[in-house]
């Protein structure tokens, strides 16, 4: 390995580098630089910081550069798309960029991956067991990073492509808003119980005979407002689910793996969707005893 490593840690750390020596590497000189957010300090006071998030807004990050087995700070940067790119054109195209997985480390990596060789993203669960150190912080992450990636040790997270991105998303959105009405429901039967409203005798409370039922419970006005309002939210999510639904189903209608997992008795288009968007290619894993383990 003789490509400078930057790294980012899931406490949104960034490592860059030029050439030096990592200690306990057999590979050649480099160095590793660090980008980490700004934390806000502490007062004094037990439990409270403070509001140096408004001075130092956690978008903004620190760079610090590992040389010679040290960490030092080298100014700050931006985390926008415009910062990223800036600091993308500072790397090289021999540089290798590794990140913890957070919920910005795919737009991180689709910004940085055009001016690197390589955009690693890296299981911080297995990070963690690896390297477990009981002083945490953004310098001792970034760090520890560098380190196994130097080493050739780093547990890596496999990267979706587009199209699977794209249906992650799909799915989660549909969760949503699936958990959304489920909340309206629970709200709209809580109402009920609380008047002491006997069960619907309709199979489907929010049916048309369910809410014909509902609509002459003797409840008071402002609980049946409240249950109005609930109906009409219940509806408007109902839309969105549908819309969702026909995203999904024109994303996947082609897709060899969903019309194979179609076949399996008590699998329909969503749960087969589902399982596509967390599986990925299936053929990155070796044996289907991998495949159990995620």
């Not at 957010?37 to 509001?51: C, I, S």
């Amino acid at each position: 390995m003789g490509r400078p490593i930057y790294s980012m840690s899931c406490e949104l750390v960034l490592v860059a580098g030029r050439p030096c020596d990592l200690p306990g590497c057999a590979a050649s000189a480099r160095s590793v630089g660090v980008v980490s957010p700004t934390a806000p300090v502490n007062d004094g006071r037990r439990g409270n910081a403070t509001g140096d998030w408004d001075r130092y807004p956690p978008n903004l990050w620190r760079v610090v550069f590992w040389e010679d087995g040290q960490l030092r700070p080298a100014g700050r940067i931006g985390m926008t798309r415009s910062g990223l790119e800036g600091f993308g054109r500072t790397l090289r195209k021999d540089d290798e960029v590794v990140i913890e997985a957070t919920g910005k480390a795919m737009a991180v990596v689709r910004v940085l991956s055009p001016y690197v060789a390589r955009v690693i993203v890296a299981n911080p669960l297995q990070v963690k067991a690896i390297a477990h150190s009981r002083i945490k912080t953004d310098k001792i992450d970034a760090g520890v990073l560098a380190s196994l990636r130097a080493a050739d040790f780093l547990p890596e997270i496999w990267l979706p492509d587009a199209d699977t991105e794209r249906l992650r998303r799909l799915v989660a959105r549909r969760n949503q808003v699936v958990r959304h009405r489920t909340r309206i429901k629970n709200e709209v039967h809580a109402i009920l119980h609380a008047h002491l409203i006997p069960p619907c005798p309709h199979a489907d409370l929010f049916g048309g005979l369910g809410r014909a039922w509902l609509g002459n419970q003797p409840l008071p006005q402002d609980e049946q407002k409240a249950i109005e309002r609930h109906l009409r939210e219940l509806d408007r999510l109902g839309e969105d689910l549908s819309g969702l639904d026909r995203d999904i189903a024109q994303a996947a209608i082609d897709d060899p793996a969903v019309k194979r997992l179609l076949t399996i008795a008590g699998i329909n288009l969503t749960v087969a969707v589902g399982l596509k968007a967390a599986i990925g290619d299936v053929r990155r894993f070796a044996s289907c005893n991998s495949l159990d383990l995620i």
